[in-house]
């Protein structure tokens, strides 16, 4: 079966920083995507990332705090800009591969900001 | 826009058969149903998929009823393995729309 790898696992961060989450893919994907998933809580999409256009963000995301890059079909990058302690969440990319309709997922990036 | 409901919490003694309902009043024609496991520091894994009736895999099935505003994962025989946290997802790729569920925390009791 096919790899979804994050880098980093994890990252302590100063509020005010930014950090940028990559997800890689063994194969091409159709979709990917980001989600956040704060302590004890469910998942929370962030946004679509589209391969060649800007990304899809849901209600409560904005472009200019979670930046999305995707330029081909296996790698996409996630950045959560001038962070504060109430950014501190797991974020997890998915992908679907053509012609499937599940989503699988990263293992996840524990970012925590002090 | 398809808002999911589950019990927030499950114990179950090994060998038992587990069912997880989820509720999905407003679930729209081209939605899909489908369910997911997650264990602590691991992202959520597909467990089955399916639009209306029954499905069937090597590790679950899930019940659906003809107004598909409900569906119930069934877990056969679960053993202390199957402690995880269990999402009932709903949406279409078409609309760009996934509302995870709060999850079902099922513990399984030696």
């Known amino acids: 079966s096919a790899v979804i790898s994050q880098k980093p696992s994890r990252d302590i961060c100063q509020r005010g920083t930014s950090l940028t989450i990559q997800c890689q893919v063994d194969?091409?994907?159709?979709?990917m995507f980001w989600y956040r998933q704060q302590p004890g809580q469910s998942l929370t999409l962030i946004a679509t990332?589209?391969?060649?256009?800007?990304?899809?963000?849901e209600s409560g995301f904005v472009i200019d705090k979670f930046p999305i890059s995707r330029p081909n079909l296996t790698f996409s990058t996630l950045t959560v800009s001038n962070m504060s302690p109430e950014d501190s969440s797991i974020y997890l990319c998915?992908?679907?591969?053509?012609?499937?309709?599940?989503?699988?997922f990263g293992p996840g990036t524990r970012l925590t900001v002090t | 826009l398809a808002k999911t409901t589950q019990p927030i919490s499950m114990d179950s003694y090994e060998g038992q058969e587990v069912n997880i309902t989820c509720s999905h009043n407003?679930?729209?024609?081209?939605?899909?149903i489908t369910w997911y496991q997650q264990f602590p520091s691991q992202g959520p894994r597909f467990i089955i998929q399916?639009?209306?009736t029954k499905v069937t895999n090597e590790v679950a099935s899930l019940f659906i009823p003809a107004d598909r505003k409900s569906s119930t994962l069934s877990l056969p025989r679960v053993s202390l393995s199957d402690t995880a946290v269990y999402y009932c997802l709903v949406g279409a790729f078409t609309g760009n729309q996934f509302y995870f569920g709060t999850g079902t925390s099922l513990t399984v009791i030696p």
């Open positions: 998915s992908v679907v591969w053509d012609g499937g309709y599940e989503q699988y």
């Open positions: 194969s091409q994907v159709t979709m």
């Open positions: 407003n679930i729209a024609t081209n939605d899909y």
């Open positions: 399916g639009y209306k």
């Open positions: 990332a589209n391969q060649g256009s800007e990304a899809t963000y």
